[in-house]
């Protein structure tokens, strides 16, 4: 499984994130919606995205 995160590591994204490794994903990380944009656009693909609340979600959606 691959799962892309957007937010930083740290408080509850840091956990899901060292839970997933655990269970053998492949985790990849963004500090931007942008830059999430740009690994999903680039052809990385995710599974499962996962993004920070204070983040512009609808954004993401779009």
Do not use: H, P, W, Y
Request: charged share 20%; proline share 0%.
């Amino acid at each position: 499984m691959r799962l892309l995160i957007i937010g930083s590591l740290a408080g509850q994204l840091g956990n899901a994130c060292n839970i997933a490794i655990a269970r053998g994903a492949k985790v990849m990380q963004a500090d931007t919606v942008e830059a999430g944009l740009d690994i999903l656009r680039g052809g990385s693909g995710a599974e499962i995205v996962m993004i920070d609340v204070t983040f512009d979600v609808a954004g993401l959606i779009e």
